[in-house]
Every structure is written in C-alpha cells, then in structure tokens.
C-alpha cells in the first residue's frame, strides 16, 4: 500500500505520533471527521478583505465542525464545514508534497510548509507562498501564520493562527476532531 501523504513527508517520526495524529493521517481514500471549533477573526478591513479572499471561516465559538477528507496518490482533499447551515462556513483546500514541503492550495494563495514534530506535536512553518500559483510573495511576510496538530484526551486537536504584517490578525482558530463511524464520507 503506497503511504499517505504525512507518511511520505514524516517519514519514520509519523510512527511515532500520538494515536489520534495517527489515525487521522493514515486514512487512504475517504473519512470524515467531526469535532468543534472557535474561530476568531481580525476585525480591521484589510484583515477581513484578505480572509474572505482566503476562503477563512467567520468567527463562532464552540460551533460543530464536519472534515471530509479524501486521500489519493497525488494527495489529499480537506474540505471544511464550520458552524451548520444554512450559516455554515465551507473551507476547502488541495494538499500535496512536492520536494519534503507540504503544498496547501486555500482560494487563490498557495503555501508550501515544513513539517516538524516535536514531542508527539506536528508543526506546520511556512517556507514559501505563491499568489494563483505563479506570484511569489515573501515569506517572511507570513511568519505569523502557524499551525500546530497534536492529541488531547485522546482527541485529534489543532490550532491555527494566520496574521500578516500591517494587516493584523485575519484569523485563530483551535479545536478538536474524532472520526465520524456514523456517517459515510
């Protein structure tokens, strides 16, 4: 069986992941997941213009979140449902690996991250950002965008943090997903 895309870019560190970590990025083909989230947005204009251009959730708290994730050999699909409809916030996003860096696709930007682990935690750190795949940005312009995966109380957990340079904080995000065994993907 090929290995997953974490596999490939975790190599042997992925066997030594926490359960939920595990479980969660060993999927081939289909899942969903389900947990719940917070989500906190930036509240300036230019915060609000870039995160809707990004696709990024609006802001709730302790709301539902549904993942369906479909995994293949040219990588993984996650798409996003946060809060229920017919409010529901929808986030899509195409991950692959391309030389040991984790490519995500979100509305027009691409990012390609290093992934590191470090005491049972998966991070995600930017290495390089591209505006509808052919306009590179500086990265250094997105040293505030963080993303961490880890497991508590036997849960898949993660926090995401994005802010930008005199824009400020576009959004924060924390929350937890288990896998959803009633309902098919």
Not at 10 to 36: E, K, N
Not at 108 to 129: C, D, K, M, S
Not at 155 to 177: D, I, T
Request: charge should be positive; aromatic fraction near 10%.
């Amino acid at each position: 069986m090929m290995p997953t895309l974490y596999q490939t870019l975790l190599g042997a560190a992925f066997f030594r992941l926490p359960d939920a970590l595990r479980a969660l990025h060993g999927v081939h083909g289909a899942a969903r997941c389900t947990g719940q989230v917070t989500v906190v947005r930036g509240t300036g204009l230019l915060s609000r213009v870039c995160a809707r251009i990004a696709g990024l959730p609006r802001a709730m708290a302790d709301a539902p979140l549904t993942v369906d994730f479909a995994s293949g050999p040219k990588g993984e699909v996650w798409s996003r449902v946060f809060g229920t409809p017919p409010n529901a916030s929808r986030m899509r996003s195409r991950l692959w690996h391309r030389d040991g860096q984790l490519r995500e696709r979100l509305g027009p930007v691409q990012f390609r991250f290093v992934l590191h682990t470090w005491n049972g935690t998966i991070f995600w750190n930017v290495a390089g950002v591209r505006l509808l795949g052919v306009l590179p940005l500086p990265a250094a312009l997105f040293r505030d965008v963080r993303c961490n995966e880890r497991e508590v109380d036997g849960r898949y957990a993660f926090e995401v943090e994005a802010a930008l340079p005199l824009v400020g904080q576009l959004v924060r995000y924390h929350g937890w997903l288990l896998p959803d065994d009633t309902s098919a993907a």
